[in-house]
Nanobody
C-alpha cells in the first residue's frame, strides 16, 4: 500500500495550487490531509469520507481549501486557494480503511496509512 502526494512547490501568496494523493494497492474509506510547519506539530487540514463524500476542514483553511476525490477512488485532491505565507508546510496525505465518524477525522490516529509529504512554500 502506497500513498503518493504531489503538487507542492514554491508559490506566491494568493496562488491556487492543487495537491494530489494517489493511492495504490487498495481503496480506502477515509482520506485526510495534514500539514507540518517547521518547529510546529502536525495539524489537521481537511478530510473526506468516501461513503457519503462528507468533508471536514480546519478553521484556518475553511473557505479556501477544498478536498475532493476522483470517481475511481484512487486519487484525492486538495485544492488550495488564496494561499498565505502561514500555509507554508509539508503537506501529508493519509488514508484508512475504516469509515470514521466525522468527529474523529481530524485526529492523526484515525489514519493507518501516510504518504511521504510534499513541501508547499508560500512567498509573500
Amino acid at each position: 500500500v502506497q500513498l503518493q502526494a504531489s503538487g507542492g512547490g514554491l508559490v506566491q501568496a494568493g496562488d491556487s495550487p492543487r495537491l494530489s494523493c494517489v493511492a495504490s494497492g487498495r481503496t480506502f474509506s477515509t482520506y485526510g490531509w495534514f500539514r507540518q510547519a517547521p518547529g510546529k506539530e502536525r495539524e489537521f487540514v481537511a478530510a473526506l469520507r468516501w461513503s457519503d463524500s462528507s468533508t471536514k476542514y480546519a478553521d484556518s483553511v475553511k473557505g479556501r481549501f477544498t478536498i475532493s476525490r476522483d470517481n475511481a477512488k484512487t486519487t484525492v485532491y486538495l485544492q488550495m486557494n488564496s494561499l498565505k505565507p502561514e500555509d507554508t508546510a509539508v503537506y501529508y496525505c493519509a488514508a484508512d480503511r475504516r469509515s470514521w465518524i466525522m468527529g474523529v477525522l481530524s485526529l492523526p490516529g484515525s489514519y493507518l496509512y501516510w504518504g511521504q509529504g510534499t513541501q508547499v512554500t508560500v512567498s509573500s
